[in-house]
């Protein structure tokens, strides 16, 4: 278990900014480690002070936040990201997703959903804003249902844990140690079940796993 959830908010807006600052601060379990106002900036302090989460706002200056969620998928992969947008279209939502977004806020719900998206993020969950949520599973249902019906069978029980554990939003080297084998193992495990389901992307992932039912208690 860890202690305070430490988090890093980056949003170019004062106002917004201070009220997520308030939501934080009166949550015991939930720590405000840092804040930045553009996507540089972020990166930056991201880096520094390693933090369980990152929130930022999509659209920021200098780097936006789909952008700074790759690059920290790359150098701090411990370090979750949930997203905070405007965007309520799906091709924004698969953008974050493709990126390794595990958390997507819309900004209009955030007073009601960012807290609790926050403790399902950090405790290795995916969490997509409750108003959104039907586009993970609407990426043409017939197709989906077939791969459903066909894939379950010729996966292998390793394969499809693995796939779990990449929809729920782990990195390569969390499931390696989560499962206790190496990271080129799971990367063969990853490609060959998504070769199977004919899955290109993490969001076709994230949607099969969701018509199975495997993120239905995260």
Known sequence: MIGKIRIVL???HPIFLSGLRS??????????????SNGIAALK?????????????????DMNGI???????DETPAVKVLVLTLHDDRSYLKQALD????GYVLKRSAAENLVQAVRAVVT???YVDPSIANYLFEANPKRTAQKGTLGVQELTEREA???KLVALGFTTKEIARKIDVGSKTIETYRTRGSEKLGLR????????????GWLANV
Do not use: K, N
Request: hydrophobic letters at 50%; a negative charge.
């Open 201 to 212: 992307t993490r969001a076709d992932i994230v949607r099969y796993a969701s018509a199975q």
């Open 45 to 61: 302090l991201i880096r520094e002070l390693q933090p369980h989460l990152a929130v930022v706002d999509i659209s920021m200056p």
């Open 161 to 163: 844990e693995v796939l």
């Open 124 to 126: 290795g969950g995916l």
């Open 99 to 102: 990126a390794g977004v595990r």
């Open 67 to 73: 952008l700074l969620s790759r690059r920290l998928s």
């Open 23 to 36: 939501l934080i601060q009166a949550e015991r379990d939930l720590e405000l480690a840092g804040e930045a």
């Open 10 to 12: 980056a949003d170019d």
